[in-house]
T-cell receptor, first 112, second 111 residues
């Protein structure tokens, strides 16, 4: 079972460049999430979606955009990369009710 | 708002020692509670969960009991192994809502 798949695994960006982090899940989950993980800071929610066509901001949305055109895919867009966006990014998905989230392997992004 | 507070690390134990990682929560309703584990270079994996008061979640020798009266969900293991070295996250979720994670506790088990 593939579960939640993120690409790429690693990326180095220059300041001001843009990129899209891809996330896809094959479990037909309605809920999808993007988190960033900084050392010693735990996970902070960037954006989430409760279904195709519906997205909402989390705790730290500035500098990011998302879309949810299908149930399976939830890409995260960085338009003007800044050093503060250097982090490890995790995509996750879950069912609607009080069930667990399934995480991807993460994308390690460095902005220089 | 909802939040999770967990014991700060890092924690270093000898193999076969007992482990307790404290986790307390603040929530307006009756959330589900989770422990996730993150091994180096990997994503988070569900370790165990409990969905209502007095439930005990267990997996791989780890246990945690949902204590509504103390708003706690402490993670315990009677005898840790080197392979348990990882970062452990406590989390809560209200039905249909987003997850809230603690800051994580790093555990290192030495032979």
């Amino acid at each position: 079972n593939a579960g939640v798949t993120q690409t790429p695994k690693f990326r180095i960006l220059k300041i001001g460049q843009s990129m899209t982090l891809q996330c896809t899940q094959d479990m037909n989950h309605n809920y999808m999430y993007w988190y960033r993980q900084d050392p010693g800071m735990g996970l902070k929610l960037i954006y989430y979606s409760v279904g195709a066509g519906i997205t909402d901001k989390g705790e730290v949305p500035n500098g990011y955009n998302v879309s949810r055109s299908t149930t399976e895919d939830f890409p995260l867009r960085l338009e003007l990369a800044a050093p503060s966006q250097t982090s490890v990014y995790f995509c996750a998905s879950s069912y609607e009710s009080d069930t667990e989230a399934f995480f991807g392997q993460g994308t390690r992004l460095t902005v220089v | 708002g909802d939040s999770v507070t967990q014991m700060e690390g890092p924690v270093t134990l000898s193999e076969e020692a007992c482990l307790t990682i404290n986790c307390t929560y603040t929530a307006t309703g009756y959330p589900s509670l989770f422990w996730y584990v993150q091994y180096p270079g990997e994503g988070l994996q569900l370790l165990l969960k409990a969905t209502k008061a007095d439930d005990k979640g267990s997996n791989k020798g780890f246990e945690a009991t949902y204590r509504k009266e103390t708003t706690s969900f402490h993670l315990e293991k009677g005898s840790v192994q080197v392979s348990d070295s990882a970062v452990y996250f406590c989390a809560l979720r209200q039905t249909g809502n987003q997850f809230y994670f603690g800051t994580g506790t790093s555990l290192t088990v030495i032979p």
